[in-house]
């Protein structure tokens, strides 16, 4: 019972690689709150896996954060402003293109990019993609971030999905209880290694897609978010106190739709890597 205690009580945090530009050669503008990771590996391209690995603390979302997004949900964006709700930390799966384990349910969090299996949910029959930018915090920031100082909190950014139970979230709205296992089930939040901000230039004019089966499904601009960045990480913190190894996943654009078995997904947005998996079968 006591070697149990010990064993429970030292599991580590998930963590995300951090890439870095070949040419890069600092740790960024802002402190990250590394740990130690694996030696540094050709990523192809221009990126090069860092020795720094990213621990996850908590993973927060942002809900209906696109006009047409939240429209096509049946919301007001009107009248109704972006949301908050949240995902467990060990619901990230890391598209780590250094990693050769292809299977989301072994090895932790951690999958080859190129061909990550992301089993189908259980319990559900409408699985939906929601493409997204993910930005990770990297300097407590506590409550009430202001909107001028809220980019000197941000280390990094990266694309992910939330992976959502559609059949679920529509039930627990109509008995207005919590979207819990909706959203925050096993795997659900794929997403690429983080990306240093010093390291990537993203603008309103930057775009994000999402393809499934390589047909274009989802298609924005960062401009085309109803909070900006600043604006969504000053809003969080009114509500929680930001820390490092946050992550916040700032809202999908219209496009969402189902998910099948054997369906291959990539999410770009701008230089940043890219998000790819593959629909595994059910769990």
Known sequence: MVGMIKSLFSVSRPTVP???????????????????????????????????EFPIRRVYCVGRNYREHALEMGGNPDIEPPFFFQKPADAVVVCDPTNTNTNANTNTNRNDGAAVVVPYPPMSSSLHYEGELIIAIGADGGLRVSVDDALDH???YAVGCD????????????????????????????????VPKGDVVLSDDTAIELSVNDAIRQRSTLGNMIRSVPEIVSNLSQFFALRRGDLILTGTPDGVSHLLVGDSVTITCGDLMPCRFVVGERE
């Open 18 to 52: 951090i890439f870095v530009r070949s040419s890069w050669s600092g740790v960024g503008a802002a402190a990250a709150p590394v740990e130690g990771g694996s030696d540094s590996a050709d990523a192809g391209g221009s990126w090069t896996r860092s020795d720094l």
């Open 154 to 156: 941000v280390y990094g």
């Open 163 to 194: 992976l959502t139970r559609r059949d679920l979230q529509d039930e627990a709205k109509r008995c207005r209880r919590p979207w819990d296992t909706a959203k925050g089930f096993d795997h659900s939040c794929p997403m690429s290694p983080i």
